[in-house]
């Protein structure tokens, strides 16, 4: 048996041993009572969670593939995408895939997503959709999305807002209805602290009745379809992981337990204390003043072999990543999110201080 690591990853993430354990219960059938009582509980608790009356979806998939029908249910013919980070980037390149008019906001990797730049090109033409993600873990930046929502509703009001919060909801603030948000998905295996397999999503009346108009939305993602199999029957209109939304149920009683406002509180604790040291032994990657709650990007200023740290750390039971892309070896990655702790942070911390001691780095 290998030694367990501690996983401070962009994702998945450390998993509670009470959580990994509600998969283990005894199956029931995906059309059964019990089902429809499973997901109509989880589906009220998601829609707590943010007091929102949007809809609430789980979909067993990665976010990659809610975040596709995203704009395969809600963009029309033209979507504009501000691109600061790798994930960014992908929407691009999904958008293109899917036949639609792309309009790619290029910002310099690090850089936050101005509203102004937003504002300035939905002025020059118009766009369906504007797609934005909210925290690029590529490069541990926040974007600020209330400031772009707001910037969006006064240029555009009839232009929906979709967003990428897949490394954000539940460790960086969102709110819905007051920012005017459209769409929302999230991974589960991030500040959910699940495993790997089930993405969350919220989406606005508007949003729903605009996707009526749009042709080609596809089978599997196709969000009136997942809404009509729950008005009618409490279900999915394909098999779930259920086993998952075992866990993803009781994770969600813990986390409403906590409280969201504690959960964020504790991000920012986790936060602070790996980005204190990081200015102390090196540097933030990301601008200042936009650096993510959940993950820290820093930069390698030390020029020390990002590999040889990372395994140095993992024989010493902590797992961190390396740089993201054309960012690999100039920056190292470190995730604080879902239910690890402030004294977690500590621990790893502490031996990243004695591998770069005992290496000369």
Known sequence: MNRRVKLFLPGPTEVLD????KQ??????HRSSEFSSLYEGIVGKLKMLFGTDYHAFVFTSSATGVLEGFIRNFVKRRVLIPVNGSFSKRWVEAAELNGKEVKALEIEWGRAIR????????RSSHYDAVMVVHNESSTGLTNPLKEIAEAVREVSPDTLILVDA????LGVPLELEAW???????SVQKAFALPPGLTVAYVSDRAMEFSKGVENRGMYFNFEKMLDYYNRKRQTPFTPNISLMFALDHQLNRILEEGLENRYRRHREMASLVQTWALERFDMFPEEGYWSPTISCISNTRGLPVGEFIQALKERGYAIVNGYGPLRGKTFRVGHMGDLTPDDVKGLIDAMDEVI???GW
């Not at 009470?18 to 354990?21: A, R």
């Open 18 to 21: 009470e959580v990994l354990e």
């Open 24 to 29: 283990a219960l005894p199956l029931i059938g």
């Open 115 to 122: 509203p102004e730049m937003v504002a300035q090109e939905l």
């Open 166 to 169: 897949v490394s954000g909801m």
């Open 180 to 186: 005017g948000i459209d769409a929302v998905a999230a």
């Open 357 to 359: 001691k005992e290496r």
